[in-house]
């Protein structure tokens, strides 16, 4: 029986993306041109199927990077000069706040407890930044941020551009984004897609600071700035021979997506996220890592399993199902399961079986 | 009949290399996580083989990026803190130029026309450049630079590091590595893999001016600066999850021409490249756009058409081979020609036989 992966990504493909791939490779889509019609007529497609799978307003822009780490990186260097401000959750909302510093931001931070949200009523932001970086999902901890917060955020702090980190909600979670500036992810997670493809999204705003920093003699990088980003994606084209394969699957698990709506996908989501806290609530040994459960993310399910990993992970592989340790110092006394579209309910509540 | 295409890249897949994409999905390589050893040994893997192939010193250190344009970037940001210097001979050399202003460096520059070599006896390097950038293959003009002419100015400039572009030339170039610093290329030309990654190879002086550079407070970049980059390689990782099929496909077609003997592929280019300048030369309407013989690139042949330009191409791709147009401003009245690895003998004389 073939491996099933619930790895919080890269994680189980998504199941027509073998299929498309083969088609793409009989119809020669890696050899073509990435200046010709051909290759527009495809970035145009993912543009729209994506925008519409997550309601993205037209005026934002897409652009396609390497990888959610890159975006972090263009972030930093197109949405601020000086002051950059982190709330950290986890290892990859740090990794954010470490692009910052690396980059040589003054980057200010407020931390909480790995596995804990954060108590937003309580935190000022004292820096005055030109941009707040926010890890609505973390892929390490399972912590969620309800989108609200993130919103809230913004009003409290309109001069400041907001960046959220969707790497593992996405298509999941919904976000409106005329109540934030950039989003970003990739699709080796959600769409269950080969790694090497990250996803930009970002308003007019993030574009004027880029303009600015550039007028004022910053630095704000060379071929994936955002403004010679846009030139290119105006002309639905990128600045390098980008990741084309990436960029076509990406379009048709979009489609996919759309097929089985967003609002099913959704709740299928919930039902599975369901299935796997409750069985986990109620089992003595092994039990949610998030307690709260309003921070309880619906796609990262943590979950301690003690000194008794490595016989829960192979006891899925005996059935196989592979599901992720848990991150950084609790890689041996977690487990991370991912819930994303492309898992289904019945492997889902194998799972549940299997440790029962 | 299936097209074959001719174009500069990308370019026509390696033939193994649909079989490859399929086994690989067969097997999960797509979902594997890139710390895990499954991994670790596909990054051996590709680096021995890369290696043995391209005949790299084992000190050299591979990192993997995701374009060589990136590669550009990095390069500018690792191996210089304030005065490059360029030797521009087409659009790609152009945009390393550009590169490295973009990024703020004071660029030097000694440019020829397009279609012509340099005269390396007279030019004088006087900004006392800490990085030398060379493009060794123009992909837009189709001119070639000997790698001895590359060895003499790092002779003659022992102060500077050497970067050589070697994009559309890699593994055909016979590059000595120890009379260079770095070279980097992409994956969809010469190796005849899907877009979406480029492969730097940096020597230990790099290592040491990244080094020195962090230590003295200059900006050497977040995730892919050149001391993350080998951290993470050392451990035959990456620094974020990179496109893992792609450094399994690498190792495949590296093993593949390893198979076929480095020798015999020079050869076999070296025979193809001749029929087809040799055919331009006796033509009498369309003729080799680089004059001189010894400037004219193996790999990439441009050919001037003058205003049959759309016609010769259509007549070539009713016979289902496609060509690349010129580039820029020559867009219009040249084609270019690929010789790469996986095209045929037989492919190449029927391109002749068609425009006889």
Redesign the interface.
């Known amino acids: 029986m073939n491996?099933i992966?619930f790895?919080p990504?890269?994680?189980?493909?998504y199941p027509e993306?073998?299929r498309d791939?083969?088609e793409a490779?009989k119809n020669?889509v890696?050899?073509?041109?990435?200046r010709s019609t051909e290759f527009m007529d495809i970035y145009k497609n993912t543009v729209y199927s994506l925008k519409k799978l997550m309601n993205i307003p037209d005026d934002f822009h897409i652009f396609f990077?390497?990888?959610?780490?890159?975006c972090?990186?263009r972030i930093?260097q197109n949405c601020s000069e000086k002051r950059t401000f982190h709330f950290v959750n986890g290892a990859f909302a740090d990794?954010f706040y470490?692009?910052a510093s690396?980059?040589?931001r003054e980057a200010a931070v407020v931390k909480t407890d790995y596995g804990t949200g954060f108590n937003f009523s309580g935190i000022e932001i004292q820096n005055d930044p030109e941009l707040i970086c926010v890890t609505q999902n973390e892929t390490s901890t399972g912590v969620t941020i309800d989108p609200q917060n993130i919103y809230d955020i913004k009003e409290q702090n309109p001069g400041a551009l907001i960046a959220v980190d969707i790497v593992t909600s996405a298509p999941y979670v919904k976000i409106d984004f005329n109540k934030i500036d950039c989003a970003f992810f990739?699709v080796?997670k959600g769409f269950g897609?080969?790694?090497?493809?990250g996803v930009l999204i970002v308003n007019a705003k993030c574009i004027r600071k880029a303009e600015y920093l550039k007028s004022s003699g910053a630095?704000i990088?060379?071929?994936?700035?955002f403004l010679t980003l846009l030139e290119n994606a105006e002309k639905y084209q990128t600045?390098?021979?980008?990741?084309?394969?990436?960029i076509y699957l990406l379009g048709k698990v979009s489609d996919y997506l759309n097929g089985r709506g967003i609002d099913t996908v959704r709740s299928e989501t919930e039902e599975k996220s369901d299935l796997l806290y409750g069985f986990f609530e109620r089992n003595t040994e092994f039990t949610p890592f998030v307690k709260k459960v309003s921070d309880r993310s619906k796609t990262i399910i943590v979950i301690e399993t003690g000194n008794r990993q490595t016989e829960v992970k192979k006891k899925l592989s005996d059935n196989n199902i592979?599901v992720?340790s848990g991150y950084g110092k609790l890689k041996e006394s977690q487990i991370r399961i991912a819930n994303f579209p492309m898992h289904k309910a019945e492997d889902v509540k194998r799972i549940t079986e299997i440790l029962s």
Request: net charge neutral; charged share 20%.
């Open positions: 491996k992966y790895t990504g890269p994680t189980e493909l993306a073998r791939i083969d490779l020669k890696c050899s073509i041109n990435h990077l390497s990888s959610a780490t890159e972090m990186d930093i990794r470490k692009t690396d980059l040589k990739s080796q897609l080969p790694a090497g493809l630095g990088g060379s071929y994936h700035n600045s390098e021979t980008p990741n084309v394969l990436g592979l992720g």
